[in-house]
């Protein structure tokens, strides 16, 4: 027995009001059932969902039969990518065209067809009026105009394809050029680092022992750099292998701790640990890759957490003889990521934050690589994270077990003889604004090298407070900062020297334009200095402004 739609049911799909193609008025079931002309409701992905009387005798099908189809059906299977197209068109505004329909025996007739979205609100249904032109001489005219179109879209699709290989074309040219130039830039840092680890080797004092160390720092972050870009490049041209050597996972993971604690307790961070002792710790793997992988999602963690925790734990998901898989989750009560950056979090050069006030350095490589390398290892990386709560990153990968266990050399540092340098007193105070680490650390030797009084603040209202409980002779301003920038900080600076005194502001800043200088000068700071700068010639700025 064949069972049509209610009347409560048809009013769930239509609106009363609705007039279709401006012609027709719903009036309930008794239309849609005495309908002349064929009338069929189809849903949003091409489901048919009801089929009237005349349907059923049109196309041969029963009612259940009719119903178990999709459009596509009715159509022929090479239209079916440009049925879709005219459906989402009906769904938005609307159609009406010619084509043919295919009956249940495989016979096919001509129809002119008129669909309409059939709820104004929902727009999650169509209803189709269908008729039958089999009489009307015209339609082969139309027909042989859908034949062009469907040559033209051909004809779009081939220029389409020739566009996508020359942009595959271009991607691996353009990491033929990142591998070049990585390996042309690898070659003097290969002879800096040597140099450094020659130097760590001498009887060094021990100013110049953190001098070398900070050196030693900055060339292995460069490097760092560059081999992202080479690696980058090696896995966009398919080059990129694992180096699988056994290595003991305890071992490896201590040290990666405790650099964690260290890093996280010099921020006043709470850091926890667990390592799952059911672990065999004796494996086979890419220890460098895995270390990078982590020391990225740690130091991330500790990077983007000002206050609170951060945790790591290490456990076994499962094993068998020769192999286990281990999770590696690292959860912190930092910033936590916004909801536009999720999806983009694993793309090549994203980062979030992008302002003058910055406060966060990086490539935007780091998760990209991480997640590549992550998935040769049979693994992933996941997270999950809410914004101002903090992130949980899960990073999963496969080992082959080992049985022997490599003992492997230590080799100790040198003694380095300590050897004291006279300076020359003076009671000048610089104030040096300066929101990276390193970056301080250097200038803290500039400065007092030359006997003046130093004093470090990491971002603008720092340098607020501190100008307000001590005497500073000149500031050394950097001008992209976290929370205050350089030029939002000289603004409130001169607007609180109400005593007439006025400190000697200069600019030093990586922005190495014209136009970069100007604005510096008219923020009312008295010089600027642009980075990598001579040391010498900042002394030669520093001791005319405090002549001045």
């Known amino acids: 027995m064949v069972e049509f739609v209610s009347d409560s049911t048809l009013e769930k799909l239509f609106n009363k009001e609705d007039i279709l193609h401006g012609q027709v008025f719903f009036n309930g079931k008794d239309f849609i059932e005495n309908a002349s002309e064929v009338i069929l409701i189809v849903g949003k992905y091409g489901k048919i969902i009801y089929g009237n009387k005349k349907a059923i005798e049109a196309y041969g099908y029963s009612f259940d039969e009719l119903v178990n189809l999709d459009i596509f059906a009715l159509r022929n299977e090479d239209t079916k990518e440009f049925t879709q197209k005219q459906l989402n068109k009906a769904l938005n505004s609307g159609i009406k065209f010619r084509t043919y329909h295919y009956r249940k025996d495989g016979s096919k007739f001509p129809v002119e067809v008129r669909s309409i979205y059939s709820n104004k609100k929902s727009k999650d249904m169509v209803v189709s009026i269908i008729r039958d032109i089999s009489d009307v001489e015209e339609v082969y005219k139309d027909i042989t105009d859908r034949k062009l179109i469907d040559q033209e879209l051909q004809e779009k699709c081939k220029k389409l394809e020739l566009l996508k290989q020359k942009a595959e074309d271009a991607n691996k040219a353009k990491s033929i050029f990142l591998a070049n130039m990585s390996h042309e830039i690898r070659t003097p840092m290969n002879s800096i680092l040597a140099t450094i680890q020659l130097l760590q080797l001498e009887c060094i004092n021990e100013e110049q022992s953190k001098y070398v160390k900070i050196l030693n720092e900055s060339a292995h972050t460069m490097l760092s750099v560059i081999n992202n870009l080479l690696d980058i490049s090696k896995i966009e041209s398919g080059k990129f292998k694992l180096n699988n050597q056994s290595f003991n996972l305890k071992e490896t993971i201590n040290n990666i701790y405790n650099n964690l604690l260290i890093t996280g307790n010099s921020k006043g961070l709470e850091v926890s640990y667990y390592l799952d002792p059911s672990i065999n710790f004796e494996i086979i793997g890419d220890e460098l890759k895995l270390k990078e992988i982590l020391n990225n999602l740690i130091s991330n963690a500790v990077k983007f957490t000002d206050e609170g925790y951060v945790s790591f734990r290490v456990k076994m998901i499962s094993n068998d003889e020769s192999s286990e898989k281990i999770e590696f989750k690292i959860k912190d009560s930092g910033i936590g990521i916004e909801e536009e950056f999720k999806e983009k979090i694993f793309n090549d050069y994203i980062q979030g934050d ?148 006025r400190i000697p502001i200069i600019a030093m800043t990586a922005y190495a334009m014209r136009e970069d200088k100007d604005k510096c000068i008219k923020a009312d700071m008295d010089d600027y200095i642009v980075k990598p700068f001579d040391i010498e010639k900042l002394y030669e700025f520093m001791e005319f402004h405090l002549r001045t």
């Open 354 to 501: 992008l302002s003058i006030k910055k406060k966060h350095m990086g490539t935007g490589l780091g998760l990209a690589i991480s997640k590549q390398f992550a998935n040769l290892m049979n693994g992933d990386i996941c997270f999950e994270s809410i914004l101002g709560k903090g992130s949980t990153f899960i990073f999963t990968c496969e080992f082959k077990k080992f049985e022997h266990k490599e003992r492997k050399l230590k080799i100790s540092n040198m003694a380095k003889d300590k050897i004291t340098i006279s300076r020359i007193e003076q009671d000048k105070v610089i104030l040096c604004v300066e929101d990276n680490l390193i970056n301080q650390e250097v200038m803290e030797g500039i400065i007092k090298r030359k006997g003046y009084k130093y004093i470090a603040a990491y971002n603008g209202n720092e340098a607020l407070s501190i100008l307000k409980n001590n005497k500073v002779d000149l500031i050394l301003m950097d001008v992209q900062m976290p929370e205050l920038n350089g030029f939002e900080t000289t603004k409130i600076i001169r607007e609180e020297e109400l005593d007439g005194k």
